[in-house]
Structures are given as C-alpha cells and as structure tokens.
C-alpha cells in the first residue's frame, strides 16, 4: 500500500498569500497518477488536479500541481477567501488500495 | 451534469449490514468506472472499492470479507454493501465517478453529496 504523507497539517495564511502543499508518497506513483482535491466543512471533496499537474475543468489558474515520482506539490498563488478548506492528494498506484493522504487544512491567519 | 445521490438507512446496529445505493442521474451509467469512498467524522478519506458498468468490482483489501459492490444499468444505480458493521464504520458514506485521463481512470470527478451513516445500537 502506498502512503501518501501530507505536510503541513494546518497551514496558516492571509488572504492574497501563496500556499505551497506538499504531498509525499513511500513509493513512486506511476505515471504520476495523482491528484488534489478540495474540501469544505459539510461538503464532497472536489476536484482541482489531476495527472499531477491538469487543472479540473472550471478550476481557476490560480490553483497548480506539479511533482512526479515520490514528492507532490499543489500551489495556490494568491488566495481568495473562498480558497480556506482542507486539501487531500490522491494515488492510483500499481495495487489498491488506491489512497487519501491525510489533507492539510488551510487557515486564515 | 451527471449528479449522484446516494441513499439509505442513517442508522444501522452492529453486527448488522450497511446497504447504501448511489443513483445516477444526468448521464447513462454505463461505460464508467463507480466508487465509494467513506469519511469518518473529523478524519480523512477511505476508499472503499469500485465496479465497472459491466458489473466487475474491485475492493479494498480492508473489506474483502465483508464487501459487495454491485450495479443495476437498467436503475442507472449501483450500490455497497457492508456486513457485520461495527462502530468503526461509522462514517460518511460517498459515492463518485472515475475521470478517465489518458485511458486510465483514476480521479474522481464527480461525487454525491454524502451520507452519514452512524453505527449504533
């Protein structure tokens, strides 16, 4: 099973500030099938990236995701106050199970 | 807009089984990959398992023993089920659709709302 480590936990940030999300797996992820999502209290996770880097359809630029192999990024540039939410990243690895890492929240400061 | 809803009991006791069903509504369920993934409360995300269309599932090792996924085409609805729950099930229960990239299907695209089902006597 691949564990995907997410750090940090809770990132503290105020609005128009850049977050940078790490997202790290114990084994390389094939093909760079991985992906971020979003989620907000009460909601569904939602799509922002997949394919490491491919934004998800109605996903503004201000969202990118780059990495391959083992190590994982999703950048935010300016955040909007709607941007606050937990952040999860995604494998399909090889052999399931396929797995969440364990999110980072995103905080206004 | 394909959308999912899924439905079923809120409550079940343990030792019992959980039945959730996933209706589809906006699109054929057909030729797509379908997931469900679960969320206890305050934590992270599980998934669970999937099965094609045509009705060929694929589970989490963690639940083999205790799994069913199957699909109904002509309800344009598939459906979990989960025997011999215990409080560790307890969870929000979503269902979701693969997005395909590439040929391969891997993300999640689309996700229903999400049901809690809490496990208790």
């Known amino acids: 099973e691949i564990v995907l480590t997410q750090s940090p936990g809770t990132l503290s940030l105020s609005p128009g500030e850049r977050a940078t999300l790490s997202c790290r797996a114990s084994q390389s992820v094939s093909s760079s099938y991985l992906a971020w999502y979003q989620q907000k209290p009460g909601q569904a996770p939602r799509l922002l990236i997949y394919?490491?880097?491919s934004r998800a359809t109605g996903i503004p630029d201000r969202f990118s995701g780059s990495g391959s192999g083992t190590d994982f990024t999703l950048a935010i540039s300016r955040l909007e106050p709607e941007d606050f939410a937990v952040y999860y990243c995604q494998q399909y690895g090889s052999s399931p199970p396929w797995t969440f890492g364990q999110g980072t929240k995103v905080e206004i400061k | 807009q394909v959308q999912l809803q899924e439905s079923g009991p809120g409550l079940v006791k343990p030792s019992e089984t959980l039945s959730l069903t996933c209706s589809v509504s906006g699109d054929s369920i057909s030729g797509f990959f379908w997931s469900w993934i679960r969320q206890p409360p305050g934590k992270g995300l599980e998934w669970i398992g999937y099965?094609?269309?045509?009705?060929?599932?694929f589970y989490n090792p963690s639940f083999k023993s205790r799994l069913t996924i199957s699909v109904d085409t002509s309800k344009n609805h598939f459906s979990l089920k989960l025997t011999s729950v215990t409080a560790a099930d307890t969870a929000v229960y979503y269902c979701a659709r693969y997005g395909c990239d590439g040929g391969k299907c891997y993300f999640f695209d689309h996700w229903g709302q999400g049901i809690l089902v809490t496990v208790s006597s």
């Open positions: 394919g490491a880097s």
């Open positions: 099965i094609h269309s045509t009705g060929s599932p």
